[in-house]
């Protein structure tokens, strides 16, 4: 119903800045919020961020507060992750997902990309 593909992951020097995307096709007028997870090597998966439809309303886990920056482009059906003054235990597979609007959990997820901070 929904296809998430992220992209922009690559290898960053503590200190530096990428910006992650996900492009959403299909039936993207049933998304609602939307989000960022990671995972690192041997870790469980852990919630980054999220942004409601609108982008009105957004959400970050206190490790990234300050330094990423959620937003969303619906004419573009693309949510953006903004990634500054990254540091070594940013490192992992980032995963943007979707809600479904009548859905309580991130039912749609993409395949992941590679950010690895490392100098």
């Known amino acids: 119903q929904v296809q998430l593909v992220e992209s922009g992951g690559g290898l960053a020097q503590p200190g530096g800045s990428l910006r992650l995307s996900c492009a959403a096709s299909?039936?993207?007028?049933?998304?609602?919020?939307m989000a960022w997870f990671r995972q690192a090597p041997g870790k469980e998966r852990d919630f980054v961020a999220a942004?409601?439809?609108?982008?009105?309303?957004?959400n970050y886990a206190d490790s990234v507060k300050g330094r990423f920056t959620i937003s969303r482009d619906n004419a573009k059906n693309t949510m953006y992750l903004q990634m500054n003054s990254l540091k070594t235990e940013d490192t992992a597979v980032y995963y943007c997902a979707a809600q479904k609007w009548d859905d309580q959990t991130y039912g749609y997820w993409g395949q992941g990309t590679q950010v690895t901070v490392s100098s």
């Open positions: 299909g039936r993207t007028f049933i998304i609602d919020d």
């Open positions: 942004t409601s439809r609108r982008g009105g309303i957004t």
